[in-house]
Nanobody
Framework: QVQLAETGGGLVQAGGSLSLSCKASGDTASNYALGWFRQASGREREFVAATAWTGLTPYYADSVKGRFTISRDNAKNTIYLQMNSLKPEDTADYYC???????????????WGKGTRVTVSG
């Protein structure tokens, strides 16, 4: 079992920034790729960004490339999502996710966090 605990989120004006954190704990969390998905009201959950513990290049959804940055602190078993130049369409519940494989599709996620809400006002 891997436990994921998100912090951060909140309300921000368009063009602003927010940072999310996700602490992983449990059974060999370092063996998993960690990342973020989001789900807006009435829409399907979608991939945002992901990273592995082994130094592989992080990857992003096209919609957030150049604005969001995912990073990790191996010593703290924590990943971060720095979100800049936020747009109203970034409004969603953001979920931390862990997968033993490539993290891209919600169907391939092994563990989910409970989610944290990000609201971007226009």
């Amino acid at each position: 079992q891997v436990q994921l605990a998100e912090t951060g989120g909140g309300l921000v004006q368009a063009g602003g920034s927010l940072s999310l954190s996700c602490k992983a704990s449990g059974d060999t969390a370092s063996n998993y790729a960690l990342g973020w998905f989001r789900q807006a009201s009435g829409r399907e959950r979608e991939f945002v960004a992901a990273t592995a513990w082994t130094g592989l290049t992080p990857y992003y959804a096209d919609s957030v490339k150049g604005r969001f940055t995912i990073s990790r602190d191996n010593a703290k078993n924590t990943i971060y999502l720095q979100m800049n130049s936020l747009k109203p369409e970034d409004t969603a519940d953001y979920y931390c996710a862990a997968s033993g494989m490539v993290l891209r599709d919600p169907g391939g996620v092994d563990y989910w966090g409970k989610g944290t809400r990000v609201t971007v006002s226009g």
